[in-house]
């Protein structure tokens, strides 16, 4: 899409303040934390993911708390492109405007112990990176022709090397975050914010997939670290924050060392 086709979102009035944003990945863990999140903040939410029944309870306790609807559903699967374009100007429609875009859907099915499994390597490349691209592309050309906007995408630690155990997971996060660079120098001239959030270990149902843990930080943690940086408009942060340093270092280690780093695998 070269051009923007959708209704022009409210800049905000003294009698309309509420800021708007779309989570993609709602239901559950990360995305959930970050829906109280943002609500507690003032926004107004629109809430996506499959599993129609947690989003309808998530979305009926932040409209309790907040004695008013803040929170709307969209039950959606990543995988349906061609839905996104009408879905995205059916949420601008109900919500009256967008200030912020989360990408945040994504799994995590690691194959057994010395096997490769490309349905679900191929299933981990279309959820974690190529949602990320129907997403945030129609949302990239909308923000870019405002010359405003905020875009976040959850990638991971592991996209910053090749993994052994998990090339599925490790390489579709290394597209999303690379992905999300060059979105930010594109839009970042016209004004439009793009923040790439790498966490360590969340403790949330993904968690279940890992080999092993440790730093295992809360999605509330997560959350705010990340409603932080989309306040202070960071290019890349990592929560907790240590996973900075540590990928610095590893980054950093040449590949024929990194490969005989058996615990990293
Ligand atoms: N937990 C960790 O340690 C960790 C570490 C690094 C990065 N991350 C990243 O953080 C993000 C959030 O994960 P989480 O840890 O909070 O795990 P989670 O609780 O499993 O959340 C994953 C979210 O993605 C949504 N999702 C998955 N497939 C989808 C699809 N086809 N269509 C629409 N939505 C879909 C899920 O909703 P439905 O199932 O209802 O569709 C759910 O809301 C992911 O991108 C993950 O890769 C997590």
């Known amino acids: 899409m070269s051009k923007s086709t ?42 996506l993911a499959r599993r129609a029944d947690l989003l309808q309870a998530l979305a009926d306790e932040i ?12 039950v959606h699967d990543v995988l349906d492109h061609q839905a ?56 990239a050309t909308l923000f870019e022709s405002l010359g405003a906007g905020q875009i976040v995408g959850i990638s991971s630690v592991a996209g910053d090397r090749g993994r052994a155990g998990n090339p599925g ?5 290394a597209a999303l975050s690379c992905y999300l660079e060059a979105l930010r120098n594109r839009l970042s001239s016209a004004g439009v914010h793009v923040l790439t959030v790498k966490p360590g270990f969340v403790d949330t149902e993904m968690l279940k997939a890992a080999k092993r843990a440790f730093w295992v930080i809360p999605p509330e943690k997560a959350a705010g670290d990340i409603y ?8 890349t942060i990592y929560t907790s ?22 615990f990293l695998a």
């Open 6 to 47: 959708y209704p022009l979102p409210s800049r905000g009035t003294p009698l309309a303040p509420r800021r708007k944003a779309i989570l993609v990945g709602a239901s559950s863990g990360i995305g959930a934390a970050l829906a109280h999140k943002l609500t507690r903040q003032g926004y107004t939410v629109a809430l």
């Open 63 to 74: 409209n309790h708390q907040h004695n008013e609807q803040r929170a709307r559903i969209y």
């Open 84 to 139: 996104v374009p009408t879905l995205l100007n059916r949420i601008l429609t109900d919500l009256g405007g967008l200030d912020l875009v989360i990408y945040n859907a994504g799994v995590n099915l690691p194959p057994e112990k010395g096997s490769t499994n490309v349905e679900t390597d191929c299933q981990m490349a279309a959820v974690n990176y190529q949602g990320a691209l129907a997403w945030l592309n129609p949302v």
């Open 169 to 173: 997971y490790t390489s579709s996060k």
């Open 228 to 235: 932080k940086a989309i306040q202070r408009r960071k290019q």
């Open 241 to 262: 924050a240590r996973w900075g340093l540590v990928m610095l270092i590893l980054r950093h280690i040449p590949s024929f060392v990194f490969r005989r780093l058996k």
